[in-house]
């Protein structure tokens, strides 16, 4: 079955940085776009950064220009690179697969001095 296991979170302060891991199985990873989503308490998930089959990228405004997505094939893992971290960036993060599949359990990225 679809496995997406996500992981990297941690307790950061503010202007830290961290890389989240999404690896993925159960699926042919090169036939899907993947995503990162994230989840912050009390509001509904949230679109993070996209990946395209072919590695073209995009992001949500408030992420542009310190967040990268990235992916590697060989490894069936999708990658959150996260700079200049935020106190408002504190959310459980998960990813999945364009279009999606049952959802991880997520990792939670808390941002706090």
């Known amino acids: 079955q679809v496995q997406l296991v996500e992981s990297g979170g941690d307790l950061v302060q503010p202007g830290g940085s961290l890389r989240l891991s999404c690896a993925a199985s159960?699926?042919?990873?090169?036939?899907?776009?993947m995503a990162w989503y994230r989840q912050a308490p009390g509001k509904q998930r949230e679109l993070v950064a996209g990946i395209s089959r072919g590695g073209s990228t995009n992001y949500e405004d408030s992420v542009k220009g310190r967040f990268t997505i990235s992916r590697d094939n060989a490894k069936n893992t999708v990658y959150l690179q996260m700079n200049s971290l935020k106190p408002e960036d504190t959310a459980v993060y998960y990813c999945?697969?364009?279009?999606?599949?049952?959802w991880g359990q997520g990792t939670r990225v808390t941002v706090s001095s």
């Open positions: 159960g699926i042919i990873f090169t036939f899907y776009g």
């Open positions: 999945n697969t364009i279009p999606s599949h049952p």
